[in-house]
């Protein structure tokens, strides 16, 4: 048997639903309507699942809110939520909240009807033959998951296909196939999604993968070449145990390999990404495909001298396509390509002779384990050079107190070139009335205030009160040509405060070299 995958396939996302089952993450009301108009409206998916009907009296204001919104922008056809056969609560439930649509969960493997349920497959038929029907009756449509369908297909196929036949007879929009406990492989999952689709040719069927062995992004591809109509995600995998499978990945995977169109706009992939990570506090690893930090530096400097003569090194995963861009780490890997990448960045220049002096200084701190980003080059540059006019910007003096009970207050003195000035303010805490005594000071220099759009604290393992603190802001910022440029610094220091305040003026000497 044989099938080719479908022109167009349908894409559901279940970050809000299957995605919050993952440990330590909950969204409040605020959190799942704003990720909810982001993936409906600006990454636009096909469907969105928001929730499991009946779970609490907040998830349903929640719910009753999102739908409130859908219906002025005339999205609520696209909202779905996860439901049970337990005497038609779950449809009162969506009737109750405005939703139109019901995913119901149903038994896709014959163990599951009879050890769960204690149920036999006919009364289980039942029970759902009569959901569905007053499902109808209220106006609701209705989809159906065979939970545990893969192993319901490898260990009970007969079961399986006694489900489907009924189902058939009943008004069910879409059949959903999920790998529940992420059992399948890429071969099996097209063999037995081949057998289905080829048994039931004109059914809409949609899988639902998950990432216990790490095969989601594989097993989603394998069913889309079987046949299927559509599949399930969620932004950055997020799920239960291993996750789901990442909507990014999918995305990119269905278009630059299976050649099938989605309507998603892989533009806005790593901003709700971003946000995605901001809501649920769930940082992804550097290296993680599309969205990961990592994944478009170049280190090896053969690589920089690739790129720099002809992108020799590049494929049609470009970061361009995600409104992200390549960059060039510094290190003892790296070469003078990487290292005239980042002036370039940066708009400095330099002589011959000194891109050399400051390469080996570079190459010398990677021994050394030291991390070198791109905007700690100014400061290479004045401790090499010793050109201190290249720092425009210097934090002259800082005062923090912190006390029980009430605001911080940080007093501040800096230097722009020759000009000094003063300012303090109250903050919720020391960083954050720092930052908004330097924000008055900045106003005065008429230097831009750049935006801070992510701060992450890191203490090696094992250290001590006196440890070292790495502090890594992401800064964004309009540069010289007006074009905005997100930018991480870094500080060191064993106070978490003044590491996060190093970060802070390097980026404002990024600025002022540029301005």
């Given at each position: 048997m044989k099938t080719t995958p479908k022109d167009f396939i349908e894409i559901m996302d279940t970050t809000l639903r299957d995605g919050e089952q993952m440990q330590h993450v909950s969204y409040s009301l605020e959190e799942k309507l704003a990720i909810s108009q982001m993936l409906l409206t600006e990454v636009n998916v096909d469907r969105l699942e928001i929730t499991s009907a009946r779970v609490s009296e907040g998830e349903k204001i929640a719910v009753m809110e999102i739908v409130a919104w859908a219906q002025t922008e005339k999205l609520v056809d696209r909202l779905e939520i996860l439901g049970f056969v337990d005497n038609n609560r779950s449809i009162i439930w969506a009737k109750e909240v405005g939703i139109k649509r019901i995913n119901l969960l149903t038994k896709g493997s014959y163990k599951h009807c009879v050890e769960q349920l204690k149920k036999t497959p006919e009364q289980h038929t039942q029970d759902i033959i009569k959901t569905v029907n007053y499902a109808t009756e209220q106006d609701i449509e209705i989809n159906v998951y065979l939970e545990d369908f893969s192993n319901g297909i490898k260990t009970s196929p007969d079961y399986v296909y006694l489900l489907i036949d009924a189902l058939l007879e009943l008004p069910v929009k879409r059949i959903m196939l999920p790998d529940t406990l992420g059992i399948f492989n890429p071969f099996e999952t097209y063999d037995y999604?081949?057998?289905?689709?080829?048994?039931?040719?004109?059914?809409?069927?949609?899988?639902?993968?998950?990432?216990?062995?790490?095969?989601?992004?594989?097993?989603?591809?394998?069913?889309?070449?079987?046949?299927?109509?559509?599949?399930?995600?969620?932004?950055?995998?997020?799920?239960?145990?291993?996750?789901?499978?990442?909507?990014?990945?999918?995305?990119?995977?269905?278009?630059?390999?299976?050649?099938?169109?989605?309507?998603?706009?892989?533009?806005?992939?790593?901003?709700?990404?971003?946000?995605?990570?901001?809501?649920?506090?769930?940082?992804?690893?550097?290296?993680?495909?599309?969205?990961?930090?990592?994944?478009?530096?170049?280190?090896?400097g053969i690589h920089a001298d690739g790129d720099k003569k002809g992108n020799l090194y590049g494929n049609q995963l470009i970061p361009e396509r995600f409104n992200r861009k390549k960059r060039y780490a510094l290190g003892k890997l790296s070469g003078k390509a990487n290292l005239e990448m980042g002036l370039k960045e940066l708009s400095i220049e330099l002589t011959e002779e000194k891109k050399l002096i400051l390469l080996q200084k570079i190459i010398e701190l990677g021994d050394k384990k030291e991390v070198i980003t791109t905007e700690d080059l100014p400061f290479l540059i004045s401790d090499i050079f010793e050109t201190p006019q290249i720092l425009p910007f210097q934090l002259l003096h800082c005062s923090i107190n912190s006390t029980h009970n009430l605001k911080s207050i940080a007093a501040i003195k800096c230097a722009y070139y020759d000009d000094v000035k003063e300012a303090y303010a109250h903050g919720s805490g020391g960083y954050d009335a720092f930052m908004r005594?330097?924000?008055?000071?900045?106003?005065?220099?008429?230097?831009?205030?750049?935006?801070?759009?992510?701060?992450?604290?890191?203490?090696?393992?094992?250290?001590?009160?006196?440890?070292?603190?790495?502090?890594?802001?992401?800064?964004?910022?309009?540069?010289?040509?007006?074009?905005?440029?997100?930018?991480?610094?870094?500080?060191?220091?064993?106070?978490?405060?003044?590491?996060?305040?190093?970060?802070?003026?390097?980026?404002?000497?990024?600025?002022?070299?540029?301005?």
């Open positions: 999604l081949t057998t289905i689709v080829t048994r039931y040719p004109d059914v809409h069927f949609d899988f639902h993968a998950h990432n216990d062995y790490g095969l989601a992004t594989a097993n989603t591809m394998a069913a889309v070449k079987a046949g299927v109509s559509g599949v399930h995600a969620t932004v950055n995998g997020m799920g239960e145990r291993a996750g789901n499978a990442p909507l990014d990945e999918i995305i990119v995977n269905l278009k630059d390999f299976l050649y099938v169109k989605v309507q998603v706009d892989e533009k806005k992939l790593y901003r709700v990404s971003q946000q995605v990570e901001m809501f649920s506090g769930q940082r992804m690893a550097n290296n993680k495909p599309i969205y990961g930090k990592n994944v478009f530096t170049q280190t090896a005594a330097l924000n008055k000071m900045l106003d005065e220099f008429k230097l831009p205030i750049p935006q801070l759009i992510d701060y992450v604290v890191t203490i090696p393992p094992g250290g001590h009160t006196d440890a070292l603190v790495q502090a890594a802001v992401s800064w964004q910022f309009k540069n010289k040509k007006g074009v905005k440029t997100a930018i991480t610094t870094r500080g060191i220091h064993s106070d978490q405060n003044m590491a996060a305040i190093e970060a802070t003026i390097k980026i404002m000497n990024v600025i002022a070299t540029q301005k």
